[in-house]
């Protein structure tokens, strides 16, 4: 899981969404229901982020395919990439993030 601490996590989901509207956010897109997940055909849909905020927290949940075996790496990647995007682009809105290191809470996926 993923752990933004900001003032206003709504506001900053509706900023990333816009900016995965807008494609400034490549390589990183927003599906219909909302999860980010990877645009590059090696890591396309491999795994999809799914945010929730509350208070003044935007988590973003790890979700695997059905019934899919995922390697650790694709979690590792997924996270790191995606705290790298959120670093260089929209610093200004948050003040700390977090990443845990195996699956908890809404994490959902058949680790290998």
């Known amino acids: 899981m993923i752990s933004i601490y900001a003032a206003q996590p709504g506001v ?35 795994a999809w982020l ?12 790890f979700l695997g395919p059905q019934d899919v075996v995922l390697e650790k790496g694709v979690y590792a990647f997924y996270h790191a990439r995606f705290l790298e995007m959120l670093v260089a ?17 809404s994490d959902r996926f058949l680790a290998g």
């Not at 494609?23 to 599906?31: A, F, G, R, S």
């Not at 219909?32 to 849909?45: H, I, M, P, S, V």
């Not at 799914?50 to 949940?61: H, M």
Request: charged share 30%; proline share 5%; with cysteine.
């Open 12 to 46: 900053l989901l509706q900023h990333l969404k816009k900016a995965a509207r807008q494609n400034k956010i490549l390589p990183w897109e927003c599906d219909l229901e909302g999860d980010f997940t990877q645009a590059r055909a090696k890591e396309r849909r491999k």
């Open 50 to 61: 799914r945010p929730s905020a509350g208070g003044n927290v935007l988590n973003f949940s």
């Open 89 to 105: 682009q929209f610093s200004e809105q948050f003040a700390e993030a977090s990443i845990t290191a195996q699956p908890e809470g």
